[in-house]
């Protein structure tokens, strides 16, 4: 099997190629990734040796590289993680989340239709079913849950599930979408709520708490993340969704107590800040059909999996301080100066 996993030099995508290499040797794993902010090659050394592997920096929304790869390579899957992910981010400026998010998936499925191939598989987000109520917590997205969305992210990942499905019906492309709730593990970028707090209680800096900090997050770790993804592109069904979640639900205050509790810091370091427009305030996803259909169920309990995360950021303090040191710090800046004064302001 030959496989193009887009979108590997990042925080998920690492992960899967990782898992995969491991899980099946004889694979072939080709990733696809332009490098961009939230790509670190460096994240992809300890399997840049192996002869099963190939990285190619190019961009999902160039169609000529994009057409050359498959030329090259012949893959059976694409599995597609390339994103602009970071939903603050959108909000600052929505253009290059439609140009990646939406362009770039055509362009990777209108190679899949010129080129053949077995499965093309969309990574998507729980995110495009928008939230529920805090005060319902009987409710959960389920696969019929009506697209519905807050952010330029979300509506950049929805409409990508759209074209996707609407690829599979036109065309009769064999598609699969899966739509996961909030990932944490190695390597996430730390500019999500995880990893950064993370890093500044490590540093003894504010953790910056968006509104009252009660929006309620599903969490899942990423490995099990991968493993759902290995099951649908194995034996999922074509022209089919699978949510994928843990019912691990807690909200954003409790997580950040947590980080200072396991880290021996204090809980005066954290400061509400003024809330993110159009906060979404929970997400809960209902995992029944990947369940009853593959036998998926997450593995790593929570309260594991967020102390394994932990030490790993403990013991790879250089993987985040590079790049916290370089363009990052320029973003940190700009995105909690105004932050930070509009929260005093409504303190
Ligand atoms: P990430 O931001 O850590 O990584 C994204 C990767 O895509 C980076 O390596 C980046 O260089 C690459 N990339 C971006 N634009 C590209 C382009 N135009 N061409 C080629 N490569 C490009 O993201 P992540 O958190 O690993 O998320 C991966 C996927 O999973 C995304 O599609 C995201 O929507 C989805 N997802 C994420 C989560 C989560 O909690 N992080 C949950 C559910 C779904
Ligand atoms: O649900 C899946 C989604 O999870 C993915 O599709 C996205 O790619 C991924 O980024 C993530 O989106 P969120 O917006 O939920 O994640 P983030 O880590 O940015 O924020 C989690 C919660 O924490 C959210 O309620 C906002 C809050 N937050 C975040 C940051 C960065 C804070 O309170 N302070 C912060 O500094």
Redesign the pocket.
């Known amino acids: 099997m030959n496989i193009i996993v887009?979108?590997?030099?990042?925080?998920?995508?690492s992960n899967f190629i990782f898992y995969m290499l491991k899980k099946y040797p004889d694979y072939r794993i080709v990733c696809?990734?332009?490098?961009?902010y939230?790509?670190?090659l460096s994240t992809l050394a300890p399997v840049m040796d192996n002869p099963n592997f190939r990285f190619v920096k190019?961009?999902?929304?160039n169609r000529e590289g994009v057409y050359k790869l498959f030329e090259e390579e012949h893959p059976d899957v694409i599995v597609?993680?390339?994103?602009?992910?970071?939903v603050d981010r959108s909000i600052e400026n929505p253009q290059i989340f439609l140009?990646?998010?939406i362009i770039?998936t055509s362009v990777l499925m209108d190679a899949c239709r010129k080129y053949g191939i077995k499965r093309f598989h969309q990574?998507?987000?729980?995110e495009v079913y928008g939230d529920l109520p805090i005060d319902r917590p009987d409710l959960f997205f389920t696969e019929d849950t009506p697209i519905h969305t807050s952010s330029p992210y979300s509506s950049s990942?929805a409409s990508a599930d759209l074209l996707v499905m609407a690829y599979h019906r036109t065309y009769g492309l064999p598609v699969s979408i899966s739509?996961?709730?909030?990932?944490?593990g190695p390597y996430?970028?730390p500019e999500?709520l995880i990893p950064l707090m993370i890093k500044n209680a490590l540093n003894d800096q504010p953790l910056p708490v968006y509104g009252k900090g009660l929006n309620v997050r599903d969490w899942l770790y990423v490995e099990d993340?991968c493993r759902a993804i290995d099951l649908i592109i194995h034996n999922g069904r074509q022209g089919e969704v699978y949510n994928v979640g843990g019912h691990n639900e807690m909200k954003n205050i409790d997580i950040v107590k947590l980080i200072c509790r396991e880290l021996g810091k204090s809980e005066s370091l954290i400061t509400y800040v003024a809330d993110r427009k159009g906060h979404d305030q929970r997400y809960a996803i209902d995992p029944a059909k990947i369940h009853h259909e593959l036998g998926w169920l997450p593995e790593t309990r929570f309260a594991d999996g967020i102390r394994m995360t932990i030490q790993w950021y403990l013991d790879n303090r250089k993987w985040w301080e590079d790049i916290i040191s370089g363009d990052y710090q320029n973003y940190y800046e700009k995105m909690y100066a105004n932050r930070i004064a509009d929260g005093s302001r409504q303190a």
């Open positions: 887009t979108g590997g030099a990042g925080f998920i995508g696809l990734d332009s490098l961009t939230a790509g670190n190019e961009d999902i929304t597609n993680f390339a994103a602009e992910s970071h140009n990646t998010n770039g990574v998507s987000t729980d990942k739509r996961c709730s909030n990932n944490y996430q970028f999500k993340h």
